[in-house]
């Protein structure tokens, strides 16, 4: 276990190495130029050819590539063109932000997602099960920013229950230790902040967690089917056990590998894929973050973000290939 652990971080380099070089180019290939974005259109050419020189934007590419890679390996994100400020320092409360929207969210998908597939093959083809897997396509074909849309209305507009933006009340800040508000709430002892921070993570958690929760109840269903037609699970029901225990204890087990690979996937997916709940429910996370550095060509945000998503989703990719094993004894890594 922990040589293949080592030998899929060190497979980590070369993806790394090649996703930095893709986004360096293609931010580079989009029109414009960082000092004009900076400055604004009526600067003159002497300012703007100044602050080109000051970032060192007129310097060959491979000379800019080789100088953002060697602050990579000394733990250096570099910083930003437009506010001049350390990355990770920038980066890690939008990332925090991101992190407990998509954790909520992916909570949500799998509790109602999982359940909703077992059950519906539990009882195949009743009405369970049709509505299941209707409400299942629905969700996948709806759009995010449609829904969160419809939310603030209904919920924030006309009923007034729960908050349709931010994160925290603007009058009563909440006080960032971790910048995970429900940590730090739970930190501080505050449970009225922490209602607060769970108010405002409601609605663009749900959104959030509409699609996957969709893709894993079909998943769960599909998977949970193949197993219960098995030799050991008639056995199972041939002895007698409670079909509570033959479903959850040794169905569910057994079925559960492709709904984690799944799972794993659509945390991913969530971490990147944010930018528009983020936006709609004006969330201050790492998908509006980059957004607006790519309007500004702020090309060391851009590249450091997107380098940061591709790494956490590589090593959500190595943290369920290793609960494989956990789950199925008969699954070894040499």
Do not use: C
């Not at 893709?215 to 089917?225: D, E, N, P």
């Not at 957004?291 to 090309?299: P, Q, S, T």
Request: charged share 15%.
């Amino acid at each position: 276990m922990l040589a293949y652990t080592v030998r899929r971080l060190l497979m980590l380099i070369p993806v790394l190495v090649g996703m930095s070089l893709i986004v360096f180019f293609m931010i580079r290939a989009i029109p414009g130029d960082p000092a004009t974005a900076i400055l604004g259109e009526k600067a003159s050419p002497e300012a703007r050819e100044a602050l080109t020189e000051q970032l060192g934007l007129n310097e060959p590419w491979y000379t800019q590539y080789v100088e953002y890679v060697g602050g990579l390996l000394q733990g250096d994100l570099g910083e930003s063109l437009r506010t001049n400020a350390p990355i990770t320092e920038e980066l890690l409360p939008f990332l925090a932000a991101t992190f407990e929207l998509a954790l909520v969210a992916m909570i949500i998908a799998v509790v109602i997602g999982v359940n909703a597939g077992i059950i519906s093959a539990w009882f195949q083809n009743s009405w369970f099960d049709y509505t299941a897997m209707v409400l299942a396509l629905v969700g996948v074909s709806m759009p995010i920013f449609w829904l969160g849309l419809m939310e603030q209305w209904i919920f924030a507009q006309e009923l007034g229950w729960l908050p349709s933006i931010g994160r925290e009340n603007v009058r009563d800040p909440i006080d960032p230790i971790t910048n995970i508000y429900l940590l730090d709430t739970l930190i501080q002892g505050d449970f009225e902040q922490l209602g607060t921070a769970f108010k405002h993570l409601i609605l663009p958690s749900i959104a959030l967690a509409t699609i996957p929760m969709a893709v894993i109840a079909r998943m769960t269903r599909s998977s949970m089917l193949e197993v219960m037609r098995s030799d050991y699970i008639r056995t199972a029901r041939a002895k007698g056990q409670k079909m509570f225990l033959v479903v959850y204890k040794h169905s569910l087990k057994n079925a559960f590998i492709p709904v984690l690979t799944t799972i794993g996937l659509q945390m991913g997916l969530l971490l990147g894929g944010a930018v528009l709940t983020e936006t709609i429910f004006s969330w201050p996370g790492i998908g509006r973050y980059i957004i607006e550095a790519i309007n500004f060509r702020d090309y060391t945000v851009v590249q450091s973000g997107i380098l940061v998503i591709a790494t956490i989703f590589v090593l959500i990719n190595l943290i369920v290939d290793l609960l494989y094993a956990a789950i199925d004894p008969r699954i070894k890594y040499q």
